[in-house]
Structures are given as structure tokens and as C-alpha cells.
């Protein structure tokens, strides 16, 4: 890889319009919780894995574990890169310092379109857990959790955190009482878990093949994907060098658990496998309580939603916000883009993620789940590419939390990722790969010729040795 960047010796242009730093006013714990709730485990519990019980079936359980090693191998990769390169920019920052400006440049455009489609997709499931208090429609439920997240995004960080914290709690509760019901309704012993049985179309029951489960395991990468949350973080984690590391492995180990244990004991407590292919989740534990029970869970799974809307403005304010102090864009777009407001967050930014993902509410976003997919699996992919080059040059002396086992983890991502991509529809991986490739004209038409003044990584001036 070639055209790597060192951010501390990164040119000093266009300083005039150069923002302020971001504060840094949050800790493990409130980092933790934040990120936590990025991974949103009740909404994805009942937003997206009934999608993998469609599927999947009883296999959804044993994928999602799959998926959770993983990402443990990733997120050793995101805590070292993320204590090496603290940046705001995330995942494009660490690749770009270490893998070269292309590959941290592709590596921008897959995670902004995870960041702008996630939200709004999960932000329309609100209204369908509303559904005990009000009937609503999904659209505009949607788009005004999006409105609302981006008015949170705007305050103070260590106030989001507290904000988060506290419905954080409450789907945790949630996700803890499916949990007990479904163990305590218990249809099947452990060995379901593992028989692999979906419910066909007529009704009948198939097996779920090898196959199928390595096309779900980029599905199943998404659902604990938040640990990354910790890397947008990193500016304004105290201590980033030891606490990027702390909060990227707690946050995995807490929402594998919390999102695991549940999927479990659905399997075991579902009446039949039609039942679990068929993704109800409400109705399973209406019928294993009651209906004041099922309410309370819908309820805490909408607050869940809103909670993970906040978090993920916070977390994509901060990704655009890094690309403008960074230079990706025009000169009037960086100075707009990077500017700040009262509470020290960035309030240009905050807007143009939050209310565009308003209106994404509105438009149909039946493939993006396949494309997010891809996409995440992507850039896992070229941050293990990163990871495996980072012990080389000046970086091998750097002061970063180190990984165990590398080069081993790196190249094992990299060898898995690349198969489970060859694995995944070719629709998806056209949507994915016509964008990859129009970013890749705008770098080779506007950013690499402007490569002196274009798309520098900088670094916090207290996070440079």
C-alpha cells in the first residue's frame, strides 16, 4: 500500500478555517454507554434478528455466535487502530494512516452509507411497537424519531450520555424479560440450537445449509457492529490511548451477551419453527405473559429505537465532521461542515445526517439490510488490511494498545471477510460496488490531484507522541 499519511506531520493548510478541537469530557463508563447503545441490542433483537428467523430459523442463534468471534477478531483490530490513530474519522482514519488515502477514502464512503441507512430503517420500526398506545404511520414515526435524535445530537455529549444511559437500561430490561420467558416456556433442549430447521414457504420444514449461514454472517456482523462507536469517540474519550481499547471490548462482550442470551431463548421457547420463522417476537412473549407484559416490552424496544437514533446522529455527526476538518470536500463544504456549536458538538454536521435520514423515512428500503451488509463487511475488511500493516515504520514505536495473536487475527479476518462477501446476493453487491466505484472517480478526478490540500488525517494535538 502506498500514499500512506503520518497525521502529525499532516501540512498545515487552509488554516483559517480550521475548527476547534473536540472536548474531551467522557470516560469508559460514559463511553461505554454511548457505544452500548449505538448496538441498540433490544432494537436489533427485535428489529433485525426476526429477519434472520426468516432465514435462519433455529440457525440464527448459532449464526449470531459465529458472527460474535468475529468480531471479537475485529474488535481487536479496532482497539489497537483506535488507540493508534484516535480520530474522530473512525474506521477512515485509521485505514487512510496506515493503508494507504484510497483504500481510508473507500473506507469512508462504505461506513457513511451504514451511518445514513442504518437510522432511518430502524427508526421506521418505532411505529409497530407504538402499536399498544396508538396506531401510527411508519414514515413519518420514523422521521420524527430522526428529528428528534438530531435535536439530542446537538447538546452536550456527556448529556447524551446520561440520556442514553437511562433508556439504555430500559431495553436491557426488556431484552433480560424475553429472555426469562422464553427459558421458562422452554418447547426444545439445547440440541435445536444447532439442528438447523427453517419453516418453508408451504409450510414444510427445510434445512438450513452451510451456506446460507455464511451469507448470514454479514447480517450477523451488523447486529453487534456498534463497538465501533468507541473509535468516533475517541476524541473525546479522557485517556484515549488505554480507553478506546477498554470501551471497544467491553461494549462487544455486554451486546453479545444481551442480544445472544434473548435469541436463545427464543429458539428454545418457540412452540414450533413456523412460529420462530415467522419472527414475531411481540406476539411470542404476549403469549408467554400477557398483554401488559408485551406492552411494556414494545414500549421499552420504541424507547430502545429513539435511543439508538440519538447515538448514531451523535456518531455519524462525528464522522462528517472529521472528513470536513480532513479536507475531503470543496473549501466552503469543510468550513460549513466543521464548524461547532455552543456545546461543543457539531451542529452543521449533526443536521445534515439527521434530517436527510428524515427523510429516507419515506423511501423504499427493502434491499438496504443486503447492502448494509456488504458494506460492513467491506470495511471490516480494509480495517483488517490496516491492522495488519500497522507495526511497520514509525508505528511499530507508537504508544497503542497491541493486539494478542497478530498477525494471525488480521490475515484470518481478511480470509474469512473476503469469502463471506463472495457469499452475499449480486444485487447487493452491485448497489455496493456502483457507489464504491463512483467515490473511486471522485478521488481519482478531485482528491488525489489536490493530494497537498485534500484529505489529510490529522490528529487531536494531545493524542500525538
Known amino acids: ?76 483490530c479496532y482497539s489497537e487502530l483506535g488507540t493508534l490513530v484516535p480520530s474522530a474519522g473512525g474506521e477512515y482514519a485509521m485505514v487512510s494512516t496506515l493503508a494507504g488515502r484510497l483504500a481510508g477514502w473507500l473506507v469512508f464512503v462504505l461506513s457513511l452509507l451504514v451511518v445514513m441507512v442504518v437510522p432511518p430503517v430502524i427508526a421506521m420500526g418505532t411505529a409497530d411497537y407504538l402499536a399498544p398506545i396508538v396506531h401510527l404511520d411508519p414514515a413519518l414515526t420514523g422521521a420524527g424519531v430522526m428529528l428528534l435524535a438530531t435535536l439530542a445530537g446537538l447538546l452536550d455529549l456527556r448529556a447524551n450520555a446520561w440520556i442514553t444511559g437511562i433508556f439504555l437500561v430500559l431495553e436491557v430490561i426488556a431484552a433480560a424479560v424475553v429472555a426469562v420467558l422464553g427459558f421458562a416456556h422452554a418447547e426444545r433442549g439445547p440440541a435445536s440450537l444447532v439442528s438447523l430447521e427453517v419453516a418453508g414457504a408451504d409450510g414444510r420444514t427445510d434445512t438450513v445449509t452451510a451456506l446460507l449461514v455464511v451469507s448470514g454472517l454479514a447480517i450477523a456482523l451488523f447486529i453487534t457492529q456498534g463497538f465501533s462507536t468507541a473509535v468516533y469517540l475517541s476524541e473525546e474519550l479522557e485517556n484515549p490511548r488505554r480507553n478506546v481499547a477498554r470501551t471497544v471490548l467491553a461494549t462487544l462482550a455486554l451486546s453479545t451477551v444481551i442480544i445472544l442470551v434473548p435469541v436463545v431463548a427464543l429458539t428454545l421457547g418457540a412452540s414450533d419453527v413456523a412460529e420462530l420463522t415467522g419472527g414475531d417476537l411481540s406476539a411470542m412473549v404476549t403469549a408467554w405473559s400477557n398483554s401488559a407484559v408485551g406492552t411494556f416490552v414494545s414500549l421499552c424496544v420504541a424507547l430502545a429505537i429513539i435511543n439508538a437514533g440519538i447515538v448514531m446522529v451523535i456518531q455519524n455527526s462525528r464522522v462528517l465532521f472529521a472528513s470536513a476538518r480532513d479536507k475531503a470536500w470543496p473549501r466552503p463544504v469543510n468550513g460549513v461542515l466543521s464548524r461547532l456549536g455552543r456545546f461543543g458538538s457539531p451542529w452543521v454536521a449533526t443536521l445534515a445526517v439527521g434530517v436527510p435520514g428524515a427523510a429516507l423515512c419515506f423511501v423504499d428500503l427493502d434491499t438496504l439490510y443486503g447492502v448494509t451488509g456488504v458494506s460492513v463487511t467491506g470495511m471490516y475488511l480494509l480495517v483488517a488490511v490496516a491492522a495488519l500493516l500497522a507495526r511497520r515504520g514509525s508505528h511499530r514505536h507508537t504508544s497503542a494498545w497491541r493486539m494478542p495473536l497478530w498477525p494471525a487475527v488480521p490475515v484470518l479476518l481478511i480470509v474469512v471477510l473476503g469469502y463471506i462477501l463472495t457469499r452475499q446476493e449480486p444485487e447487493h453487491l452491485l448497489w455496493t460496488g456502483g457507489i464504491t466505484a463512483v467515490a473511486t472517480l471522485y478521488w481519482a478526478l478531485y482528491l488525489r490531484p489536490r493530494r497537498a490540500t485534500r484529505w489529510l488525517v490529522t490528529l487531536p494535538e494531545d493524542a500525538r507522541d
Not at 478541537?21 to 460514559?30: A, F, M, N, T
Not at 427485535?46 to 449470531?64: E, M, N, Q, R, Y
Open 1 to 76: 500500500m502506498t500514499d500512506t499519511l503520518t497525521p502529525a506531520e499532516a501540512p498545515a493548510v487552509e488554516t483559517s478555517d480550521s475548527p476547534r478541537q473536540l472536548k474531551r469530557s467522557i470516560g469508559v463508563v460514559g463511553g461505554t454507554l454511548l457505544t452500548l447503545s449505538c448496538v441498540t441490542p433490544a432494537s436489533t433483537l427485535f428489529v433485525v434478528v426476526p429477519d434472520l428467523f426468516g432465514s435462519l430459523g433455529t440457525a440464527t442463534a448459532l449464526t449470531i455466535a459465529i458472527g460474535s468471534l468475529l468480531c471479537v477478531a475485529v474488535a481487536f
